[in-house]
């Protein structure tokens, strides 16, 4: 696997690119932008949500770029953000070729989830991700947040009202959509989702649980000692509890995933990464190369 750092010489910033180093030159590949929660940076979230791993055996392209320094902290802006994700989007175009990249999709941790489903109400990504994986980043649907979640304060801070987040709009394009949340971040799942009643997916159905023996490789350092379990504790082994709904329109991938026993900021396990790697490189796709194509016509 091979790792560089990639320069958007429009914005001065860098980003983060994970890809097979055996690649041929007409090989397809899955095409990922992965986008770190408020607070956070490309490094973390790259490690988190660690699908680099899987790269060269999925035959994937990984791009995580960092937030530009906001002010409380780190965050996605749509005005200091958005030309530098669809400069990376065409960076990586460019670097691989559009005919080459099968599908596209977005991952976003927390905040980073929330912005994936603003980017796809957006024509530029609306006409080219063919799906999105909310790494506790809102569910297409309701998902109560459990009592009292949210960062604990820090030594000086004031305690912080709980956050509040409204259900995340339901785009409007045609997409695949994974959502993952700790078992201990909300009060519970609800049994049906409203992305999957879209494409006239059948009932959810339970497929076997995922079980890691390894922990994942990050949590909220800041917060050692202090946190709690809605937020997150120390990287343990675990075990996902995997659900699909089957029979989709178009092929569309409808799932939930639930850590159990985890909260929002135990990065994830081994397993259940390559898991949700697997339903992303099986989903349909091809709508960036259809929008490239139309772009040339013009």
Request: no cysteine.
């Amino acid at each position: 696997m091979a790792k560089e750092d990639l320069f958007d010489g429009a914005t001065g910033r860098k980003f983060y690119l994970d890809y097979p180093d055996d690649l041929d030159a007409s090989e397809p590949v899955a095409f990922l932008l992965s986008l770190h929660g408020a607070g956070s940076f490309g490094a973390w979230q790259r490690l988190y949500f660690p699908a680099h791993d899987y790269a060269t055996s999925h035959r994937m392209v990984i791009a995580t770029p960092t937030a530009a320094t906001g002010d409380p902290m780190r965050r996605w802006v749509p005005e200091a953000d958005d030309d530098h994700l669809r400069n990376v989007v065409e960076l990586v175009v460019g670097r691989f070729g559009p005919g080459r990249i099968g599908s596209f999709w977005l991952a976003g941790h927390s905040q980073g989830g929330l912005t994936a489903n603003r980017l796809v109400t957006q024509d530029y990504f609306a006409d080219r991700v063919d799906g999105y994986l909310s790494l506790s980043g809102g569910r297409l649907g309701p998902a109560e947040h459990a009592p009292g979640f949210g960062p604990p304060p820090l030594p000086g801070e004031p305690a912080r009202p709980r956050p509040r987040f409204a259900p995340p709009q339901l785009p409007e394009t045609d997409l695949s959509f994974i959502f993952t949340v700790g078992e201990r971040e909300i009060v519970s799942l609800p049994e049906t989702s409203p992305w999957a009643e879209k494409y006239g997916a059948g009932p959810r159905l339970r497929l076997p649980d995922v079980v890691d023996t390894e922990p994942g490789q990050v949590y909220d350092k800041l917060r050692e000692g202090r946190s709690s379990p809605a937020w997150g504790l120390l990287p343990r082994p675990g075990t996902a509890v995997v659900y699909s709904y089957p029979g989709a329109r178009q092929g569309r991938v409808t799932a939930d995933v639930v850590r159990l026993d985890k909260g929002h900021t135990e990065g994830l396990e081994p397993h259940v990464t390559r898991t949700l790697v697997e339903m992303i490189t099986g989903a349909p796709g091809g709508k960036l190369r259809a929008a490239t194509g139309r772009a040339a016509d013009h």
